[in-house]
């Protein structure tokens, strides 16, 4: 099993930044990709962004040069930096692993947190 617990979300004026944290603990042999995603009301869940195991990285275009994802292995925790944001970054913002335990390769999902842009 694989928690992962995120934290720094909040409520921003626009063109502010904010910080987001996972750090998943847990059972588990590996964890591979994590990663973003991010649900505002009325609208389905949508990636944000994505780091492998090996560094590799993919945004969405909404985010690109704005939002910078990256990871602490021996921390196991994926970290991301949101600049320049707009009322059109509001939104629950959940943390997304793959992890291989019990032999197996499982999804796991954070709990969420909230990220508010307004003046």
């Known amino acids: 099993q694989v928690q992962l617990v995120e934290s720094g979300g909040g409520l921003v004026q626009p063109g502010g930044s904010l910080r987001l944290s996972c750090a998943a603990s847990g059972s588990f042999f590996s964890i591979y990709t994590m990663g973003w995603y991010r649900q505002a009301p009325g609208k389905q869940r949508e990636l944000v962004a994505t780091?492998?195991?090996?560094?590799?990285?993919n945004y969405a275009d909404s985010v690109k040069g704005r939002f910078t994802i990256s990871r602490d292995n021996a921390k196991n925790t994926v970290y991301l930096e949101m600049n320049s944001l707009n009322s059109e970054d509001t939104a629950v913002y959940y943390c997304?692993?793959?992890?291989?335990?019990?032999?197996?390769?499982?999804?796991?999902w954070g709990q969420g947190t909230q990220v508010t842009v307004s003046s």
């Open positions: 780091i492998s195991d090996g560094g590799r990285i």
């Open positions: 997304k692993t793959s992890a291989q335990t019990m032999g197996a390769l499982y999804v796991y």
